[in-house]
């Protein structure tokens, strides 16, 4: 499986980390679970390191991707 990944410049933390965070994005559009209770569904086990990482990926952070998914 290594081997395939690095076909694509993947490792393995790097695919668990972006299907936590694909979770995570589905979990915070339904409310009202709060950030921190998202965090550790997902697997994240600090929540500073959670809201970078969904920061990076989203370019917002969960809680203004709370208020986003609210509002809509």
């Known amino acids: ?6 076909q694509f410049h993947l490792s ?6 972006e299907l936590r965070l ?7 559009g339904n409310p009202p679970k709060s950030v ?9 086990s600090d929540p ?3 809201s ?3 920061r990076q990926m989203t370019g917002v ?8 998914q609210l509002a809509a």
């Open 1 to 6: 499986m290594q081997r395939r990944l690095q």
């Open 12 to 17: 393995c933390s790097d695919v668990v980390k």
């Open 22 to 28: 694909e979770i995570a994005t589905e979990l915070l």
């Open 36 to 44: 921190l209770d998202e965090a550790c569904e997902v697997g994240f």
């Open 48 to 50: 500073s390191h959670f």
């Open 52 to 54: 970078r990482a969904f």
């Open 61 to 68: 952070s969960p809680r203004a991707f709370c208020r986003q």
